[in-house]
Every structure is written in C-alpha cells, then in structure tokens.
C-alpha cells in the first residue's frame, strides 16, 4: 500500500483510533492513581587509597582505586552488606529481598560509588541507604585489611549523606500517559490495517480497481430522504444527488459514443444496492434532457419501479410476453416529459423462461424502433440468472454497486457472469456513497438550499403520484407496430 492509502485507512478509521488512544490515555492515569508512590533516597561514597602521598603513589593509589570501585559497587548488593542492614534496622526482609530495593553505580573513571533505595516510605528509603553506606565502610574495611594485620589500604567516606525525599520517584504520571497514549496510538493503527486488510467490501473507486477496469460512470451519494423521497424529482435540482444523475446520464452517453447501444439494462449483484432506484431515476433525468424514455420494470420476482412512480402493475410485461394485450394499451406515461413506463405485470412462475424468450427479444426490437433510449429494471445477477439471461438482448449493462455493502469477489462473480454470456458492460454506477469522509462522493460548487420542484401530486390505486396528466391518446402514439 503506499502513502495515500494509509491516508485513506487513517481518515476511514479515525473514531477507532481516537477511542484507543483515549482508552490508553485512562489506563496510564489509572495505573498511576491506584499505583503505590514510591520514595527514592540516595548517597555517594569516596574511595581513597592511604598512602605517603608522593606523587607515583596517588597516581598507582588512584589506578588502584577506579579498579577496585567496580568490585565495591557489587559487593554493596550481596549479605555480607545489606543482612547488617537488615539486623540493624529490624526489617522484615531477607538479605536477597532487599538487595530488589537498593541500586549501586559508578561513573567511568571516578572513585565515587552512588547507592539509590527505593520503599514506599521516605524516611525508611533514607534510614536504609544510610545504614547501606555505613555497612559497605566497614565491609570494605574488613576485606581489604591484611592478613598479616594492620590498617586497611582502602578507605571509604560518605561525601553525601542519604535524606529523606519529599516527592516520590514513582509512579511517572506523565511517563505513564504518555506509554498509554503510544500504546493505544499503536493498537489502534494496527487494528485499523488489520481491519482494512479483512474487509473486502468495494467503498471506493480505489477498491473497485482491484476487481475491475470498467468505466466508473458515477457515484451516487447516501442520503437520508432518499428511502421517503428516492425520486429524482422529489428532490432539488441543485442537490448532489440530482446532479449525480445528471452526470451519469452524460458519461452514459460518451460510454455508449458509438450509439449502438440504446437499451440498456441495469442490474446489480445482490438485492438491496439500489438498481431499481438508479433505472428509475436515470430514466427521469434522460426524459429531462428531452429523449423519449421507456422504463421497463423486468424485475419479474421483485418489481419495485411501480411502487416508485406510483403506477398500476398488475397489467404490465408479462401481459404482452403472453400476448394476453398489446404493448400500446399497457404501456403508461409518467410525468410532464417524454417518459413511458412499461410495469412488470403479475409475477410468473417462469421469470427466466419469460426473460429470455423471442418474444422479450422482439418486444425490445420494437421499443427500440420508437423510443430514443429503452432501460430496463433487471433483478440482481447472483441469486437468480434473469438478468444474465436478459443481457443478450440489449445493447449494453451498467452495474450497479452499494458501496459499504458489496464485497469484491461478489462483483467479480457479477461480471464474470456477464462476460460468460458475452453481455457489454458499459460501466459501473457506485450508488450510496458517504457525503463526508475520505470515500465521499459530492459536488461541493451546486447549492443545497433549494426546495425540490413539486409537481401536481394525484391518487392512483391509493398511492401518492407526482404525476402531470396527459391526454389518454397520446401512449397509444408512442409505440407503432
């Protein structure tokens, strides 16, 4: 992945980072606030060579010295130090258990010995490094003194007795927030690259690459109202979804530049993406730029266009595949422009049959002949094969994908089952897109603020129409024999 798709996971992700972050923020301030505070008192030793004090001595006193230092620094955590403490003080600890507590150093080519005590309790940590520095003097002394007898060679003196601290050394409040922060910084990025590597749903154009080369012909973007008002004049004709259809309407018309394909059918993978509401609309916003439209609902198990344009469907497609009444007496205008709707009709037991029969073919040769572009509402391509089916028939396909809801190997069954038929995919329409965020899809330049257009509304079998009536005759014009 390279840098603007991490960019792209950060921005898609942001709420799951934020919330580790703060959750570690809360876990480093609650382990600081139910931590025990920690007192750490320290005191520095010297340690000297006695000599006659002419000049090669001190500089061998002095060579001697830093030599044994390091020697001195282990000896201060072993017994033979610290269980004088212990018996001296009457703490309830063994030699070993203290030697946890007390921490002995040196710097580099000094002769100065740092012994640090940590406890809970300040004015213990002091009484324990001073009783430490006290018992590594004599140990000292004791183990450098000659066997022959006489005075030790070595001498220790405490240059920095050990005090009592007045603020604890621990916890590090800000030290633990600040792990807390970069933990949950981390767990949260992890978690979202891990995240983004398992979903494999198509959210963007970026993740409809992966899949396919076919033209992008429009996003359309989510909007609340459009599941009360999903009609394209029901909504303002400034507003981005407006616009969406407009522009998918001309990218259809540079996609279809050799004008061979004047039908066209409009499907989608699984159900619930949003075809019939995209047939429908594109249809609408065709009929607005002054074509002749056919809308034909060939959703022969689920046909859902009647309840958009608020039409009757009982008499529709498959009233004229069975012959039972003529395309001309079925067919129904819709709106003050040059759209014609053709409805399902009674639902078949035999949709594919229906679908992929000659008389389907010859009806949409003869709506061809008449109509300047024919679309066609077909049923989603995975759980039934109608649409396939159907797709030899046209001139070309367009796809339609629920971004957030379809997965890529879904699409790519989609389209290999197209391409197994030797249907023309035109394009993809990505449909219920987000309005903010990094995958947005919107015309920021057109203005929100305009009410949508209202039409004469009339009843028609008890649902609401946005309908301008037109004269009874006129259908019976529109498709010749």
Known sequence: ?????????????????????????LIGGAASVLAKPVYTSETQLFVAIQSSGSVQELQQGNTFSQARVQSYVKTVESPIVLQPVVDALGLPLTADELATRV??????????????????????????????????????????????GGESPVSLSIIKPAIAPTSPSAPNTRLNLLFGLLAGLGIGLGSAVLRSTLDNRVRSEAD?????DAPLLGGISFDQDATKRPLLTQASPQSPRAESFRQL??????????????????????????????????????????????????DLRRPMVNDYLGLERNVGLTTALLGTADVNDIIQPWGDDNLYVLASGRIPPNPSELLGSDEMRQLILRLESVFDIVILDAPPLLPVTDAAVLSQHVGGVVVVVGSQKL???????????????????????????????????????????????????????????????RSADRANDVVGH
């Open 407 to 469: 997965r890529q190997n879904d699409l790519e069954k989609s389209l290999t089952a197209l391409e197994l038929v030797g249907a023309k995919v035109l394009g993809i329409v990505l449909n219920r897109l987000p309005s903010k965020g990094p995958d947005a899809y919107r015309y920021g330049y057109y203005s929100h603020d305009m009410e949508p257009t209202r039409k004469q509304s009339r009843k028609m079998n008890g649902r609401s129409e946005v309908f301008v009536p």
């Open 249 to 298: 309407r001309t990218n259809l018309q540079f996609a279809n530049v050799a004008g061979s394909a004047n039908t066209l059918l409009i499907t989608s993978s699984l159900p619930g993406e949003g075809k019939s509401t995209t047939a429908t609309n594109l249809a609408i916003a065709c009929a607005q730029a002054g074509q002749s439209v056919c809308l034909v609902d060939a």
């Open 208 to 212: 409809l690459r992966r899949v396919t």
């Open 1 to 25: 992945m390279d840098l603007h798709e991490y960019l792209r996971i950060l921005s898609r992700n942001w709420i799951l980072i934020a919330a580790t972050a703060l959750v570690g923020i």
């Open 103 to 148: 921490t002995a150093t040196t710097d580099l080519n000094t002769v100065l010995i740092n012994i640090a005590v940590n406890d809970t309790s300040p004015v213990q940590a002091a009484a324990i490094a001073q009783a430490t520095a006290d018992s590594l003097v004599k140990a000292v002394d004791t183990l450098e003194k000659p066997k022959a």
